[in-house]
């Protein structure tokens, strides 16, 4: 019995030290590929990748952007299988990206040795410009993680930003996107056109409030925006200071056919303009060009409000149309002395002919 109490103590034993030397074996193995979370299986070797802009009205757009895939080490300290170089991916980027992304792809087929292999998935510029500029190129940073099985099946996980996150963060993702704001330039004409000038002083100074407002996708300049092509169109109310430059809010002052080009203005931007007080004028015109394309004139109106500025030709035209000074009371001031000319006139020519049917009597 004694006997068999030893040997039942040292079973016990011997099973508690074999349990603990399992754990500390366990302790000591390496760990799992870490993801981060579940990953997704891809049948293809590839994963995906997306694109969306934000682009104000009357700005069209056609661009190829490119994404690449550079490695780096595995958060896990075990060294990928092996290195590879950088992975690029394309999108087309096209209208319906204002609303729908436009999608693209990495592809890792080439990677066959099982393993663990990170990278850090970031945008770089446009390959072709159809124009304008990306003027917020998106620096969001992704880190991505591809297992590929002994099988050669691979898998991938997705989170942003430059370092592996947990399992249950709000940035874990399925697709690499990327969001742009794109903007262009455009120009505004603004002319003056007078009907009738005989009836008004050619050196009359026309004056004009222009008034921008911002597109949600852009800002205005502080210091204004340059003027080109001016003529007849003055700063100052004396008409001395030729315009070179306008900014929201600014009083411009045009002789008739006096005109301006206003420079470097955000595409999608709305404008105000109002003509200020005038004299003798029967009725005020103003023709718009929208984007290149011309909309219904404001008749007698002296303002318009929330014109458009496309990336095509942008215009206000205002024109003056002055009353004619009619005739009519010029005639009824000098009818007495005309009617007593004419009288003394045909007095004479009686008393003439008179003499002379005497005389040939």
Do not use: C, H
Not at 28 to 41: L, Q
Not at 62 to 86: L, S
Not at 227 to 243: H, I, K, M, Q, R
């Amino acid at each position: 019995m004694k006997k068999f109490r030893v040997l039942l103590l040292t079973f016990v034993v011997a099973v508690t030290m074999m349990a603990g030397s399992l754990a500390v074996f366990a302790d000591d193995t390496a760990p799992t590929p870490t993801t981060g979370g579940t990953p997704t299986d891809t049948t293809d070797g590839t994963v995906p990748i997306s694109k969306t802009v934000e682009v104000a009205e009357g700005i069209t757009f056609n661009e190829t952007i490119t994404v690449t895939a550079t490695q780096r080490a595995n958060a896990d300290g075990v060294t990928a299988p092996e290195q590879v170089g950088p992975i690029t991916g394309t999108i087309a980027v096209t209208q319906a990206a204002k609303t729908t992304p436009a999608t693209g792809s990495l592809n890792f087929s080439s990677l066959t040795k099982p393993g663990e292999y990170t990278f850090i998935v970031t945008e770089t510029a446009a390959t072709t410009n159809s124009g304008g500029t990306w003027s917020v190129m998106d620096n969001q940073k992704y880190y991505l993680q591809v297992l590929v099985k002994a099988d050669g099946s691979k898998q991938y996980a997705i989170s942003k930003g430059e370092n592996i996150v947990d399992k249950d963060s709000t940035d874990k993702t399925t697709v690499a996107a990327f969001k742009n704001t794109y903007t262009k330039e455009t120009t505004l004409d603004v002319t003056k056109k007078v009907v009738n000038p005989e009836y008004v002083d050619a050196n009359t100074l026309y004056p004009f409030t222009i008034t921008f407002t911002a597109p949600a996708t852009g800002s205005l300049k502080a210091d204004g925006y340059a003027v080109t092509n001016a003529t007849n169109a003055f700063s100052d109310a004396e008409g001395t200071t030729a315009l070179t430059t306008v900014k929201s809010g600014d009083t411009v002052y045009l002789k008739a056919d006096g005109t301006f080009k206003v420079n470097g203005l955000p595409a999608g931007a709305t404008y105000k303009l109002e003509e200020g007080t005038t004299t003798n004028v029967d009725t005020t015109t103003i023709a718009i060009v929208e984007n290149g394309v011309a909309r219904e004139a404001v008749v007698e109106g002296k303002t318009v409000d929330g014109a458009k500025l496309g990336e095509g030709t942008n215009s206000a035209t205002v024109t003056n149309t002055y009353k004619q000074i009619t005739v009519t009371g010029v005639i009824m001031n000098v009818l007495p002395f005309v009617m007593m000319i004419a009288i003394a006139g045909a007095a004479a020519a009686m008393y003439v002919a008179s003499r002379r049917r005497k005389m040939a009597r």
